[in-house]
């Protein structure tokens, strides 16, 4: 059985450089005006919250709430729609790879055949 006195001397003996560290190193402030954003410029936008996003090449996947919605991205400045799907639960995660969609939920797993994006189908969960 280990010494109390022991496990405290060690413990300030490997506390001590973190405290010192953190001592010395002051946090920087913040700038007193934000970056400038005058080169950004709005061109669209979903429609909603985004909760999840994928992309791959020129197709990109959102999940906005409990829709997913896949776009062609080849101009950036019009995306078009190539397809939606409505699912029972919001999705938290996304993945392409190739013509399949993986959908991660708080209910588990699920991956989907985008092949054809106006009409996705649940290959399995």
């Known amino acids: 059985m280990r010494s109390p006195v022991r496990f405290l001397l060690l413990t300030l003996t490997l506390l001590a450089p973190l405290l010192l560290l953190g001592w010395l190193v002051q946090a920087q402030p913040l700038p007193a005006t934000p970056a400038s954003s005058a080169n950004l410029q709005l061109i669209g936008h979903s429609g909603g919250a985004v909760t999840a996003i994928a992309r791959q090449g020129n197709d990109l996947v959102l999940a906005s709430g409990p829709v997913l919605e896949?776009?062609?991205v080849s101009d950036a400045g019009a995306p078009a729609r190539l397809g939606m799907l409505p699912l029972a639960e919001?999705?938290?995660?996304l993945a392409l790879s190739g013509a399949i969609l993986y959908v991660g939920d708080s209910t588990g797993l699920h991956w989907l055949n985008a092949a054809q994006p106006a009409a996705m189908t649940?290959?399995?969960?």
Request: hydrophobic content about 35%; cysteine-free; charged content about 10%.
């Open 70 to 72: 896949l776009l062609d």
């Open 90 to 93: 919001p999705p938290q995660a």
């Open 122 to 125: 649940q290959v399995g969960t």
